[in-house]
């Protein structure tokens, strides 16, 4: 198997695969999509009660235009920027799950209305650089005399267990495709340039009297060029054993760490199964 990057980029990556089955592409785009850890609020503790602001002298109430269910889930959508080398799973810290510096970050939200609660609001205690990635998302608006004061905790989890873990998005995989040409009787030349206008990343063109194509790899096997020829002169064929694998990311991992993360546990998976294997008697 050979793998050569065709794009990559801090959070999207495009792979091409070849010598590789269907399969064996699918279990990479799968384990990406579910198996691949981050960080993400899983616990929100909301003040209960009036909330005083000390500067002004002024009472506010604990209260916001959403249910405080609607609030935590919008916590925990938020990406959080994660080394997997600095954080673990709580099940699987020093600390056995009580809690440490490995294995969980706090954050804390205090804002009084009339405002919109942003995700530069959302506070790690402690180290700066865990800070929200995309600190303009809005969380919640809050009116005249209405706050929102609460302390949220991250922990490391995958998108088997929730959505809000799950780092690369978009994960798409897809034959390379051939373009194959060949002349039909009956088909003219009118009909071979209209062929050529109808391809969308315009791959196909017309040289003295005959269709060709160029930069292949462009193509997209949208079948535009094949519904346009009637007389089958044109057809496109996918390949075997070449993949296109495209992923973008939320930013809480590099698609480079992503893709890394994601053949490593698929090789360590795969050697568990074969040893499963080997001791059956």
Excluded at 51 to 70: C, H, L, N
Aim: hydrophobic share 35%; with cysteine; glycine share 8%.
């Amino acid at each position: 198997m050979t793998v050569r990057i065709e794009e990559l980029t801090p959070k999207a990556s495009k792979l091409e695969i070849e010598g590789a089955s269907a399969s064996q592409v699918n279990a990479l785009r799968r384990t990406l999509l579910a198996d691949v850890p981050k960080l993400a609020i899983e616990d929100v503790e909301f003040h209960l009660g009036p909330i005083r602001d000390e500067t002004s002298g002024k009472d506010y109430d604990s209260s916001t235009s959403m249910f405080d269910e609607g609030v935590a889930l919008r916590l925990g959508l938020l990406p959080i920027p994660t080394d997997l080398s600095q954080f673990r799973r709580k099940s699987e810290c020093t600390c056995e799950g009580a809690g440490c510096v490995h294995c969980q970050v706090m954050y804390s939200v205090d804002r009084k209305g009339p405002c919109t609660v942003y995700a530069k609001d959302v506070v790690p205690l402690g180290d700066a650089s865990l800070a929200i990635l995309e600190p303009d998302v809005p969380i919640v608006r809050l009116g005249a005399r209405q706050a929102l004061l609460a302390y949220a905790t991250a922990v490391v989890g995958t998108a088997r267990e929730h959505s809000k873990w799950q780092v690369a998005h978009g994960v798409g995989m897809y034959p390379r495709p051939h373009v194959r040409i060949a002349r039909k009787e009956g088909c003219t030349e009118a009909c071979l340039k209209r062929t050529a206008a109808s391809c969308p990343v315009n791959i196909l063109e017309m040289a003295g009297g005959k269709l060709t194509v160029h930069d292949e790899e462009k193509c997209i096997d949208c079948g535009a060029c094949e519904k346009t020829c009637e007389h089958g002169s044109i057809r496109i064929e996918p390949d075997a054993e070449k993949f296109f694998l495209r992923f973008e990311t939320d930013g809480s991992l590099s698609a480079r760490e992503a893709l890394r993360f994601a053949l490593k546990d698929l090789k360590r998976r795969f050697e568990a199964l074969r040893e499963g294997i080997q001791s059956i008697p």
